[in-house]
């Protein structure tokens, strides 16, 4: 069974960093590795993703704040988020997609909030 862990969420200040991980079962060398976000009572919505040959792309509300990379020697990829904001309050997924699998972790709360 595929697996897909996210930490490094908590509680934070605003204007302070966390960095989100995301540690897979398998061997991501393949897919596309995305991290997405839901608040309370929204949709969830695409922050950020990267690609097998490290093409990137954010969505808006978090361009220049976010950073996304990955290692694929660890199965694991990364969401540097800085300068955070209460808006940013969500819990966030990690998502491993090909053109035949699509996968999903648990997700990890991030709070922003003095």
């Known amino acids: 069974q595929v697996q897909l862990v996210e930490s490094g969420g908590g509680l934070v200040q605003p204007g302070g960093s966390l960095r989100l991980s995301c540690a897979a079962s398998?061997?991501?060398?393949?897919?596309?590795m995305n991290w997405y976000r839901q608040a309370p009572g929204k949709q969830r919505d695409l922050v950020a993703t990267?690609?097998?040959?490290?093409?990137?792309n954010y969505a808006e509300s978090v361009k220049g704040r976010c950073t996304i990379s990955r290692d694929d020697a660890k199965n694991t990829v990364y969401l540097q988020m800085d300068s955070l904001k209460p808006e940013d309050t969500a819990v966030y997924y990690c998502n491993a997609r090909n053109l035949i699998w699509d996968y999903w972790g648990q997700g990890t709360q991030v709070t922003v909030s003095s």
């Open positions: 398998l061997s991501i060398s393949t897919y596309v």
């Open positions: 990267i690609t097998p040959n490290r093409a990137t």
